[in-house]
């Protein structure tokens, strides 16, 4: 019979959550397991802080790439003799006080589970969207920017990543249509300076894009009210900028409570309602959703699951 690996805690998701999480779970001598996806249209190990060419609020570093982040993250918690694997969680349950992982790979055991899945973008919804996905339809101005070298592209949504993708994109393309539903758009303060400032981007506001079309590419995009007197914009690209959803149905299977938005609850000590089980960043019911924030949630659920752990030995 094979041996299965167990671990004190198995952290799903590498993104810099997982990383971070590991790194302090290293430290307090948990055998830590991370795994993160890696293939088809899933992050890379790093998450999706690798997508960005730009961070300047993760405190310590005035100007980094994610992918730099992601990196630094990685190796610091590689020193403290933690695992990462690029294996994909497919089933969770629990058996006792016991939580067995299946992954596209192998099978572990473990003492506790720490979700740090993140989420996925939300496709855009509109007719054309999926006709034309990579063929003009995009989600990430970093992986794709290039192809739009002096052409017109348009980014849906007012987000801060939404006003950082359109910075992105104006290095490339000639003209940045940012069309937004709502009455202004989001950006940090220092994100909208610059957007304002960029001749090159357009800030259309309380206006839908009803349509996407094209023939082999994209072309054009049809608003649902007048610009400029048009209601057709030429545009080579259109990138999506309308949210994210939690990827939190593994944690759903295995019984932890779930808001409206598809986020995990979790307490202050970054606890779900199941003992053993906890989660961090993107994925949980957090406000302010950053690096930071989440980084931060992720070393409290380190921290918990060491607590848990501790306990139960003089249990
Ligand atoms: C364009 C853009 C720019 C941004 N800029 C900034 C910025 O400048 N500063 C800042 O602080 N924040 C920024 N953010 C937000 C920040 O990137 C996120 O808040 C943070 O990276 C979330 O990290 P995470 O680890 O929770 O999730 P993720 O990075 O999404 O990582 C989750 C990982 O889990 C993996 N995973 C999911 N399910 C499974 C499974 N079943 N098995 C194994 N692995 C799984 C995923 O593939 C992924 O790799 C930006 C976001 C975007 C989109």
């Not at 496709?123 to 101005?141: D, S, T």
Request: net charge negative.
């Amino acid at each position: 019979m094979i041996k299965m690996e167990s671990y004190d805690t198995i952290i799903i998701g590498a993104g810099v959550v997982g990383m971070a999480t590991g790194m302090y779970s290293g430290r307090l001598n948990l055998k830590t397991l991370v795994m993160g996806t890696t293939s088809g249209s899933e992050l890379p190990i790093g998450g999706v802080i690798t997508l960005t060419d730009s961070v300047e609020n993760y405190p310590g570093f005035k100007h980094l790439t994610g992918m730099e982040l992601a990196k630094k993250m990685e190796e610091h918690a590689l020193e403290y003799g933690i695992s990462i694997k690029e294996e994909k969680a497919l089933e969770i349950s629990k058996e006792k006080d016991t939580f067995m992982v299946k992954t596209d790979k192998e099978e572990y055991s473990s003492k506790t589970v720490i979700f740090a899945t993140g989420a996925k973008w939300r496709e855009l919804p509109m007719p054309g969207a999926k006709q034309f996905e990579n063929k003009g339809v995009h989600y990430c101005a970093l992986c794709d920017g290039a192809m739009f070298a002096s052409k017109n592209v348009a980014i849906i949504g007012g987000s801060d990543s939404a006003a950082k993708e359109a910075l992105l994109l104006a290095q490339y393309a000639e003209k940045v249509y940012v069309i937004y539903r709502g009455d202004k758009i989001r950006p940090e303060p220092v994100n909208a300076k610059l957007v304002e400032k960029n001749e090159k981007i357009e800030v259309i506001t309380n206006t839908n894009v009803t349509e996407i079309l094209g023939e082999v590419m994209v072309n054009k995009i049809i608003l649902d009210k007048e610009y400029d007197g048009k209601t057709e914009l030429d545009v080579s690209g259109v990138f999506g900028a309308i949210g994210h959803i939690p990827l939190s149905d593994l944690a759903k299977g295995l019984g932890a409570d779930i808001n409206e938005k598809r986020e995990i609850k979790i307490n202050r000590d970054s606890e779900t309602n199941i003992p053993g089980v906890f989660a961090a960043g993107d994925v949980v019911d957090s406000g302010f959703k950053q690096a930071i924030t989440g980084v931060g949630e992720g070393v409290v659920a380190a921290h918990s699951a060491y607590q848990y752990i501790k306990k139960k030995e003089v249990q």
